[in-house]
């Protein structure tokens, strides 16, 4: 498999922090990057992958519609050509 595909498959590893504060240690993708004891904002970047923030459900229904009508056309076509 290419380099490029590899990193695309593999999981990133999980960020910790430890609040200075008081010594929580957490993975701030699950808390917005804050410390679930005082708020404490951690320096890191929590914002999810790009397609991860994309809604599917329209684009994803549309293709489904497409291609059921696809499906449509085929099996008339299949039928009035048989
Ligand atoms: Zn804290």
């Known amino acids: 498999m290419s380099e490029r595909g590899r990193l695309l498959l593999e999981r ?3 960020v910790r922090v430890t609040c200075p504060n008081d010594g929580w240690t957490f993975a701030p993708r699950y808390t917005d990057g ?4 005082d708020g404490w904002e951690a320096p890191v970047d929590v914002a999810p992958p790009r397609l991860a923030r994309i809604d599917w459900f ?3 229904l549309i293709a489904m519609a497409i ?3 696809l499906m449509g ?3 008339v076509l299949a039928y009035v050509r048989a």
Do not use: G, H, K, Y
Not at 34 to 37: L, N, V
């Open 34 to 37: 804050r410390c679930p004891i």
């Open 58 to 60: 329209w684009p994803a």
């Open 73 to 75: 056309v085929l099996v």
């Open 12 to 14: 990133q590893p999980e």
């Open 67 to 69: 291609v059921s009508i």
